[in-house]
């Protein structure tokens, strides 16, 4: 007699099985500074309107499979050049797992800085792609040699990077990049999910070379909960990511709300600038607290080194505030979001005390 585990080891993987589920910190009655999400709620009138226009909605329909209206939105927002495609997804992790399913019979491998955004390495692992990681430099800027080795070694590769990265709020050297691009036979994907704090882009790249994709997403923008995420790319390549993609990945509701505000756009606007705002502040407080020393963030949070990181957590934790505790290379480090004015000052008045 086999038991159920013999029976589940027969058929699912290794790399399944030895992976953790996703955990996230339960964050009920804490201040929550722990996931990169936008702080600020909607302004009463616009939620009105989005609970009118989702009313309306025929839920008992099938959604647009190409979400059509919500791209031409998207285009505009970004002013997207014409010659580049949109693929949505139902929130960036699902388009990287349509990159890694799209090359899992091409025996590619999956090279990435490390450290950086986790979903690369599971999702590589679980869709059965090798992956390897190349440690940045001890200021986190990228090895450049490395990265170009391991390039030179494997040609055909994907590399993801992200820009600015998480959890370091780092971003990368242009040059570097572009000789990446330059070197590798396969795809370089670039992670722009803290684009609106960033302000800068890399989607000239996408032009200008055959190997580029360039994904962004509007969870860090104040749409976590709708899942949306943005894949930019030449039709080449996207016409193939598309036939793998799941007929209505994004659902009706998620289309509308999306369409309402990026016809409503300035509120969200408003919120990303006083998010710049508050990280500078953030930054400048942290500062002048001895003890601790801040890695200058180009995102919507501030990593940042303490001797006792995990005393540092719970004391804060203790004292109401959710951060996020890093763990391996970066178990003395700890990663605060960027709240509200008033979560940020308390945020910096518990630290104080703790420090
Ligand atoms: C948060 C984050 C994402 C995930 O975004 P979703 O669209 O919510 O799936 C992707 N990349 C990086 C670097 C992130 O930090």
Redesign the pocket.
């Known amino acids: 007699m086999i038991n159920i585990k013999q029976r589940v080891a027969a058929l699912i993987g290794d790399n399944i099985r030895s992976l953790k589920a996703y955990h996230v910190q339960d964050a009920s009655n804490l201040i929550k500074l722990d996931a990169?999400e936008n702080p600020y709620t909607l302004p009463s009138n616009l939620r009105e309107q989005l609970a009118k226009q989702l009313a309306n909605v025929a839920i008992n329909r099938y959604p647009d499979p190409e979400c059509r209206k919500l791209k031409d939105s998207i285009r505009e927002l970004w002013q997207i050049p014409s010659e580049l495609q949109i693929l949505l997804g139902n929130?960036?992790?699902?388009l990287i797992q349509l990159i890694c399913l799209a090359l899992g019979q091409s025996n590619v491998q999956v090279i990435a800085p490390e450290p950086t955004?986790v979903?690369y390495k599971i999702i590589s692992q679980f869709c059965g792609l090798a992956y390897q990681a190349i440690p940045l430099k001890a200021d986190f800027s990228l090895d450049e040699e490395a990265l170009l080795d391991a390039v030179r070694a494997e040609p055909k590769s994907v590399v993801f990077l992200?820009y600015p990265n998480?959890p370091t709020g780092t971003l990368f050297n242009e040059s570097a990049i572009s000789e990446v691009i330059k070197l590798n036979q396969g795809l370089v994907v670039i992670?722009e999910?803290?684009y609106s704090f960033a302000q800068k882009t890399l989607i000239d790249q996408v032009q200008a070379f055959d190997n580029v994709l360039l994904?962004r997403?509007?969870?860090?923008m104040g749409m976590?909960g709708l899942?949306?995420?943005i894949l930019l790319g030449k039709a080449a390549w996207l016409d193939e990511l598309n036939k793998i993609r799941l007929p209505y990945n994004i659902n009706s509701l998620t289309q509308i709300a999306a369409e309402v505000l990026l016809q409503n756009w300035s509120p969200i606007e408003e919120q990303m600038l006083s998010i710049i705002e508050q990280r500078a502040w953030l930054m400048d407080q942290m500062n002048q607290i001895e003890g601790v020393s801040v890695i200058p963030s180009h995102a919507n949070f501030v990593l940042f080194q303490v001797a006792d990181a995990a005393g540092c957590f719970q004391g804060l934790k203790q004292q109401g505030i959710l951060i996020k505790a890093l763990a391996g290379d970066l178990a003395s480090y700890l990663r605060v979001t960027v709240g509200t004015e008033e979560e940020n000052a308390k945020f910096i008045h518990a630290l104080q005390q703790l420090m």
């Open positions: 990169m929130g960036s992790d699902e955004f979903m992200a998480n992670d999910a803290y994904m997403t509007f969870s860090k976590a899942r949306l995420g």
